[in-house]
């Protein structure tokens, strides 16, 4: 019997100078790297993203790059004092339903896949 598999999850949070429209747009770019990725939503102080592939992950299974992992990213910018902003990010797996699941495999992939994203986002905040 099919199943709706646990979601792996992990939260971070920046604080940065950049306002929050340059913000939001140095996400989007994310979602634009080597196309593997869409927007979803986006207000004044937050946007989804939807990144990676199911078909990738149904297709590659435990081959599947760390990059093209299905994951739902949603990120929120708001002002904390001055004109520094805090930037929190909300990483969901959204791989669908499973008729099982190599607990330990999914666990490792995804925190494979959420340190990429991680670092893409650091990287993305951080470039001059």
Do not use: C
Not at 9 to 28: D, G, Q, Y
Not at 85 to 104: C, I, K, M, N
């Amino acid at each position: 019997m099919a199943s709706l598999p646990h979601p792996r999850t992990r939260s971070v949070s920046w604080t940065t100078p950049i306002s929050s429209e340059e913000v939001l747009s140095r996400v989007a770019l994310l979602a634009n790297d080597e196309g593997r990725g869409e927007i979803l939503s986006q207000s004044e102080s937050s946007i989804e993203l939807y990144l990676g592939s199911r078909a990738s992950y149904r297709i590659w299974g435990i081959l599947t790059p760390a990059r093209l992992l299905p994951i739902r990213l949603t990120v929120t910018v708001s002002p904390e004092n001055g004109d520094v902003r805090h930037v929190s990010a909300q990483l969901v797996s959204d791989y669908g339903w499973a008729a099982f699941e190599f607990t330990r495999w999914v666990s490792y992939s995804y925190n494979k896949a959420f340190d990429y994203v991680v670092r893409s986002l650091d990287r993305e905040l951080n470039r001059p």
